[in-house]
């Protein structure tokens, strides 16, 4: 399994939200390139980077900056957040990310999912953010009528390869993920499953992987310490 760590950016800043709530921010004291570079020193192999800017208003701001840190990091980096048409995606990728992460674009609009993988293939993930089994969009703060699973369904038939499933309610809290969630996403699909929200401990990461999981996504966990990444890198 795949460790993902979160570099989220909003107004140039790192920062951490709880529960995805853009009033309960907690800023984090290094750049967003030189935290990218500290997470890439450790060991880890990709980076999951989020412009909370874009999610929420549509429109990045901190686009420079993640492609300051696609050439500074050296490994490879999914992003995420803004990314609302295909020229978002075309601009994405000439900046070198590895892969781009769909949210709310993918929701509103499946047809532009199809053509960005029509296009890039397995270089394109879609975001599926969940509260109470909806699916949230615009930064998390629109729940939409639709099921997760049921979305995510819809998702791999349109040849879709990547789906980060995120449960908003555990993100940031550090009082574990949600297994059975995540256990019933990955039995209902077929295709790579990468878990976010709740991780707390490097055992959260081993239940994960034994969801059959193919990648988790830490952030609040290695930020405050709680999880040792070099660690968690050697154990999972």
């Given amino acids: ?3 993902y760590p979160a570099v989220d950016i909003r107004n ?4 951490r939200l709880l529960q995805g709530r853009f009033d309960s921010e907690t800023v984090y004291g290094c750049d ?7 997470w890439a020193s450790i060991g880890a192999e990709w980076l999951h980077v989020v412009d909370l800017d874009g999610a929420r208003s549509g429109a990045s701001k901190n686009r420079s900056i993640i492609a300051d840190i696609v050439k500074q990091v050296g490994i490879s980096v999914q992003t995420g957040g803004g990314i609302r048409t295909i020229d978002d995606i075309d601009e994405v990728m000439a900046l070198g990310a590895a892969r781009a992460v769909l949210g709310t674009a993918a929701v509103k609009n499946p047809q532009l999912a199809k053509e960005a993988v029509d296009k890039y293939r397995d270089r394109i993930a879609v975001g599926i953010d969940a509260k109470d089994g909806k699916v949230a969009m615009e930064g998390w703060e629109t729940i939409s009528g639709q099921d997760a699973v049921e979305f995510a369904k819809r998702i791999e038939q349109l040849g879709v390869s990547v789906i ?3 449960d908003i309610s555990t993100d940031g809290m550090l009082t574990g993920p949600n297994l059975k969630a995540v256990e019933k996403m990955v039995g209902t699909v077929g295709i790579d499953v990468i878990a976010s929200g709740g991780v707390s401990s490097i055992q959260d990461l081993i239940n994960l992987k034994n969801t059959g999981a193919a990648g988790a996504i830490t952030g609040k966990a290695i930020y405050t310490g709680a999880i040792d990444l070099s660690q968690a890198l050697k154990s999972v």
């Fill in 12 to 15: 140039g800043r790192c920062v």
């Fill in 1 to 3: 399994m795949i460790i």
């Fill in 32 to 38: 967003p390139v030189e935290m990218a570079k500290k």
């Fill in 164 to 166: 980060i499933y995120t």
